[in-house]
């Protein structure tokens, strides 16, 4: 399934910028950076809840937060985008 990751963590303090770093680096193990801390992951369930543990113990609940929104298997028809796609098709054929 399709599963957007959003996040928004608080840089004011050192330990927040290292805590923002941490959240990115987490996330570019699943899935693909579609904007600054938005990411694009196609995982199954176990995968998902394995993420959210892990972004979890990463971020302070008090001035931070993570956002998943799960657009399922279908997802091409709920995503639609404008501007410069920095997006591929996950399921898609990749040719080098």
């Known amino acids: 399934m399709m599963v957007l990751i959003t996040y928004d963590v608080n840089t ?13 680096k987490e996330c570019t193990n699943y899935g693909h950076r ?3 801390s938005v990411f694009e992951c ?3 369930a176990a995968k998902c809840v394995e993420v959210k543990n892990k972004l979890a113990d990463i ?8 956002r ?3 657009l399922g298997n279908k997802y091409k028809t709920k995503v639609e985008h ?3 796609n920095r997006s591929f098709d ?3 054929a990749l040719i080098f």
Do not use: C, H, W
């Open 82 to 84: 404008f501007g410069v």
């Open 90 to 92: 996950v399921e898609g």
């Open 42 to 44: 196609f995982m199954d």
């Open 12 to 24: 004011e303090t050192p330990e927040g910028r290292k805590r923002l770093r941490k959240v990115a």
């Open 59 to 66: 971020i302070d609940v008090k001035t931070d937060s993570i």
């Open 34 to 36: 579609v904007q600054n």
């Open 68 to 70: 998943l929104y799960y």
